[in-house]
């Protein structure tokens, strides 16, 4: 069992990636990772991976995403893995907390199919 089995979500909203950065090879590029990372806003946790060169990171969609992690890393010299995997996986991965920070966001439903209900639904 590795360490990041240990990663447990804590909210609703929370989600846990992998990504696969190359240049990740010794420990002090981990450092500067996860340093990068657990500063962004929604980051609960990150954990490097140098053996397989990659970072496990634990976030809520409603204060970061999958384009903000990627922009970062790229940002300090640890661009994510750009095969077509990596790209088709990553874009998946942004709708997914596009439709997660949409949905945390939205209005409540009403409680039921009753037209009255749903129109004192809207008053409030």
Not at 30 to 48: K, Q
Request: proline share 6%; charged share 25%.
């Amino acid at each position: 069992m590795s360490r990041t089995d240990f990663m447990k979500i804590k909210g609703v909203w929370d989600v846990k990636r992998r990504i696969p950065i190359p240049a990740l090879r010794h420990q002090a590029d981990a450092e500067v990772v996860v340093s990068a990372l657990e500063g962004l806003p929604g980051v609960h946790e990150v954990i490097a991976d140098t053996d397989r060169r990659r970072v496990e990171v634990l976030y809520d969609v409603t204060g970061s995403d999958y384009d903000t992690l990627r922009e970062v890393l790229a940002g300090i010299g640890f661009p994510v893995a750009n095969g077509w995997w990596e790209r088709l996986k990553g874009n998946w991965y942004q709708y997914l907390d596009s439709n997660g920070r949409d949905n945390a966001h939205a209005p409540e439903p009403p409680c039921c199919s009753n037209p009255k209900c749903i129109v004192n639904q809207n008053k409030r």
